[in-house]
């Protein structure tokens, strides 16, 4: 299978074979990227009693686009949108054949004041199952899936980290051969200092401006910062990178920049790579040159404190063990377009007139393992009334069952019973479907306990998916003669 995106020649083909089209849409701080997809389902296991995404091939990898701003705190989502409809146009692809895929908004766009409407409308208008998305930590494992450092990590048995460097944040995911081990998300990046064609600040974030402070040097609008002061800024923020990498334990100032909590546990890393605008400036041989044919047309590389960054990067992190992986600029794209669709296990209950729903808030109902029927009906019209009361009572919304216990008839019944007594116990006025989510293997016998229980209401069970609170969960339309449905969980983080 192939990480970044190419095929790995696989012809062979079976009788539960498909292929869903996956567009990935990246608004990130500085540019703005589409890919369309082609994913190739296939059965797996020794058994073959799971539909899985077997292959992913790009058909197209769009141009890199300056990310359109009407001011500074303002994304344009009218120039957004006619970038993807360019884009889509370019492959040949109407919203009516995309299957699935996601709008991610990365870096200092997440904290645009309409950032949300953007997704929403580009999800809205690029297909029926396109999800929208959002968080570093999100955007951290999803460029290290795009570039092959997930692959490189099975593939070699060892630790690589993946080091996400972009116009307003450095995204580090950690990967061993099981998968992701952690993340760690700095507010570094080559936009957070921006000049005119004179030298001339015409833009400092507010961490850069916290950082030269700290150093004692002066970064302000309308200044022209020295040689050397820039060089120190620019150390110092590369000296943050490394630590993110090599850490814990973490330097105090590298805590400060934070975005989200740090790990605490130490991981040896055996390979370290570089991906995205400024990331992929690390490997340039000349200063200010990059290494991708896009580099020429590239607005990264102008007008911002990228390529200072960059070779600061290169110079402090001369010790680490750096390799080179097949994406780099568009390593979080790639890992949006390809990495964000589930497809939930073959045991599914499917209510097909339901579908595609998008944009269902998950609740969780906690660990129903050990719970007694009296007590699991309880915790579950507690769920179901606070997610009346955050979502309001047209909303509908998945209860998600991490673990319901042993897997038996009496068990499966009693939980059944539980979810039954709970909706009942709800006002008359929340007629909504039942839709459960479970991770383990057990949909359709749940499933149909339910519709033996719940008269005039649907029921939709999938499994094999798991998904926590706050997060939210599209559906697509059965797959495989209804066995299996495409799954994206998506977590909206502005």
Same mark, same amino acid.
């Given at each position: 299978m192939s990480e970044n995106g190419d095929s790995n020649g696989m012809d062979s083909t079976n009788e539960d074979e498909e292929?869903? &089209?996956? @567009?990935?849409? /990246?608004? *990130?701080? &500085?540019?703005?990227?589409?890919?369309? %997809?082609?994913?190739?389902?296939? &059965?797996? *296991?020794?058994? *073959?009693?799971?539909?899985?995404?077997? /292959?992913?091939?790009? %058909?197209?990898?769009?141009?890199?686009?300056?990310?359109?701003?009407?001011?500074?705190? &303002? @994304?344009d989502i009218d120039e957004v949108a006619a970038i993807v409809e360019e884009e889509l146009a370019a492959a040949g692809l109407s919203s009516e054949e995309i299957d699935t895929g996601a709008v991610i908004v990365t870096g200092e766009t997440a904290s645009k004041e309409n950032a949300e409407p953007l997704v929403h409308r580009l999800a809205t208008e690029s297909g029926e199952f396109v999800a929208a998305a959002a968080g570093a930590a999100l955007e951290a494992i999803l460029a290290g899936q795009g570039s092959g450092a997930a692959t490189r990590a099975a593939e070699t048995g060892g630790v690589v980290a993946n080091v996400d460097v972009g116009g307003g944040t450095t995204n580090v995911a950690t990967f061993d051969p099981d998968g992701v081990r952690d993340t760690r998300c700095l507010d570094v990046g080559g936009r957070l200092v921006r000049f005119d064609s004179a030298g001339t600040i015409t833009d400092v974030s507010e961490p850069a401006r916290e950082l030269a402070a700290g150093l004692g040097i002066g970064v302000s609008v309308g200044s022209q910062p020295t040689e050397d002061d820039l060089d120190r800024l620019a150390t110092a923020m590369a000296d943050r990178i490394v630590d993110a990498v090599a850490g814990p334990p973490f330097d105090e100032r590298t805590r400060s920049l934070a975005i989200d909590a740090l790990p605490t546990e130490t991981v040896d890393v055996d390979e370290v790579a570089f991906t995205g605008g400024v990331g992929r400036l690390v490997y340039a041989t000349d200063e200010g040159t990059g290494s991708d044919s896009d580099t %020429? /047309?590239?607005?990264?590389?102008?007008? /911002?404190? *990228?390529?200072?960054l960059a070779t600061a990067i290169r110079r402090t992190a001369s010790e680490l063990p750096v390799v080179r992986l097949d994406e780099e600029i568009r390593a979080t794209v790639v890992g949006v377009g390809t990495r964000t669709t589930k497809l939930s296990g073959r045991t599914v209950a499917l209510e097909e007139t339901l579908l595609p729903l998008r944009n269902l808030p998950v609740v969780s109902t906690g660990d129903l393992a050990d719970g007694d029927p009296s007590t699991l009906e309880d915790g579950l019209e507690a769920t179901l009334r606070t997610a009346a009361d955050r979502h309001g009572t047209d909303t509908t919304v998945v209860l998600a069952i991490d673990d319901l216990g042993r897997l038996t008839y009496d068990r499966l019944e009693a939980v059944a019973d539980a979810i039954t007594a709970a909706y009942l116990k709800m006002d008359e006025g929340w007629h909504r479907p039942v839709v459960v989510l479970t991770r383990q293997n057990c949909a359709k016998a749940l499933g149909q306990a339910l519709r033996r229980r719940i008269d005039g209401r649907p029921v939709l069970v999938i499994d094999e998916v798991g998904a926590d609170a706050g997060d939210y969960l599209d559906i697509g339309m059965p797959l495989n003669g209804g066995e299996t449905v495409p799954v994206v969980v998506k977590t909206l983080a502005f």
């Amino acid at each position: 299978m192939s990480e970044n995106g190419d095929s790995n020649g696989m012809d062979s083909t079976n009788e539960d074979e498909e292929r869903l &089209t996956s @567009v990935g849409i /990246d608004v *990130g701080t &500085t540019t703005t990227q589409v890919v369309v %997809s082609e994913l190739r389902t296939g &059965t797996a *296991g020794p058994a *073959g009693e799971k539909l899985e995404i077997t /292959d992913r091939t790009i %058909s197209h990898r769009g141009e890199i686009h300056a990310t359109p701003l009407l001011d500074a705190e &303002t @994304v344009d989502i009218d120039e957004v949108a006619a970038i993807v409809e360019e884009e889509l146009a370019a492959a040949g692809l109407s919203s009516e054949e995309i299957d699935t895929g996601a709008v991610i908004v990365t870096g200092e766009t997440a904290s645009k004041e309409n950032a949300e409407p953007l997704v929403h409308r580009l999800a809205t208008e690029s297909g029926e199952f396109v999800a929208a998305a959002a968080g570093a930590a999100l955007e951290a494992i999803l460029a290290g899936q795009g570039s092959g450092a997930a692959t490189r990590a099975a593939e070699t048995g060892g630790v690589v980290a993946n080091v996400d460097v972009g116009g307003g944040t450095t995204n580090v995911a950690t990967f061993d051969p099981d998968g992701v081990r952690d993340t760690r998300c700095l507010d570094v990046g080559g936009r957070l200092v921006r000049f005119d064609s004179a030298g001339t600040i015409t833009d400092v974030s507010e961490p850069a401006r916290e950082l030269a402070a700290g150093l004692g040097i002066g970064v302000s609008v309308g200044s022209q910062p020295t040689e050397d002061d820039l060089d120190r800024l620019a150390t110092a923020m590369a000296d943050r990178i490394v630590d993110a990498v090599a850490g814990p334990p973490f330097d105090e100032r590298t805590r400060s920049l934070a975005i989200d909590a740090l790990p605490t546990e130490t991981v040896d890393v055996d390979e370290v790579a570089f991906t995205g605008g400024v990331g992929r400036l690390v490997y340039a041989t000349d200063e200010g040159t990059g290494s991708d044919s896009d580099t %020429s /047309d590239d607005p990264i590389t102008y007008g /911002d404190f *990228g390529p200072a960054l960059a070779t600061a990067i290169r110079r402090t992190a001369s010790e680490l063990p750096v390799v080179r992986l097949d994406e780099e600029i568009r390593a979080t794209v790639v890992g949006v377009g390809t990495r964000t669709t589930k497809l939930s296990g073959r045991t599914v209950a499917l209510e097909e007139t339901l579908l595609p729903l998008r944009n269902l808030p998950v609740v969780s109902t906690g660990d129903l393992a050990d719970g007694d029927p009296s007590t699991l009906e309880d915790g579950l019209e507690a769920t179901l009334r606070t997610a009346a009361d955050r979502h309001g009572t047209d909303t509908t919304v998945v209860l998600a069952i991490d673990d319901l216990g042993r897997l038996t008839y009496d068990r499966l019944e009693a939980v059944a019973d539980a979810i039954t007594a709970a909706y009942l116990k709800m006002d008359e006025g929340w007629h909504r479907p039942v839709v459960v989510l479970t991770r383990q293997n057990c949909a359709k016998a749940l499933g149909q306990a339910l519709r033996r229980r719940i008269d005039g209401r649907p029921v939709l069970v999938i499994d094999e998916v798991g998904a926590d609170a706050g997060d939210y969960l599209d559906i697509g339309m059965p797959l495989n003669g209804g066995e299996t449905v495409p799954v994206v969980v998506k977590t909206l983080a502005f």
